[in-house]
């Protein structure tokens, strides 16, 4: 019996997948607990049309993370933080912060587990943080420290 998978199911496929199983495996498991439905012909045309609306939805996401990591990248992020006459830092800058101030002077709402840092700002001075916006999108920001 050829079957259209709902959900992941081990061994067979993913969701969205068009497989054929044995007659009593799609009868006895997989139609009775929704994880598959059989695969007529207006199923597999809804499916498609699914399938064509989910790739339309990421190209609009890969379009809005092109757009804003343009935009990230003509900014420069000025942070205020409390030091010592060297330059070194009481504390730290860390990507909350970072993502916080962003919001704040920008207005643009980005998670903090998106800034990627090898280790926190210790330094008073100008640092570039990479942000990874959607896969294989990725900007870099300019982040200025200086002490208040």
Do not use: C, H
């Amino acid at each position: 019996m050829i079957v259209i998978l709902m959900k992941d199911v081990k061994g067979s496929g993913k969701a969205g997948d068009v497989v054929k199983v044995s007659d009593g495996y799609a009868r006895n498991m997989l139609l009775p607990k929704g994880l598959a439905k059989e695969a007529t012909e207006g199923n597999i045309r809804s499916l498609e049309k699914q399938k064509a609306i989910a790739a339309e939805k990421l190209e609009e996401q890969k379009a809005a993370a092109k757009e804003m990591a343009a935009k990230l990248e003509k900014i420069t992020l000025k942070i205020e933080s409390k030091g010592g006459d060297s330059g070194k830092l009481f504390g730290s800058i860390t990507s909350k912060d970072i993502a916080e101030a962003l919001e704040k002077q920008e207005g643009m709402k980005i998670d903090k587990k998106k800034i990627e840092m090898k280790t926190p700002i210790k330094q008073a001075g100008e640092t570039e943080v990479t942000l990874k916006l959607f896969t294989e999108i990725s900007a870099q920001l300019k982040v200025s420290v200086t002490i208040a």
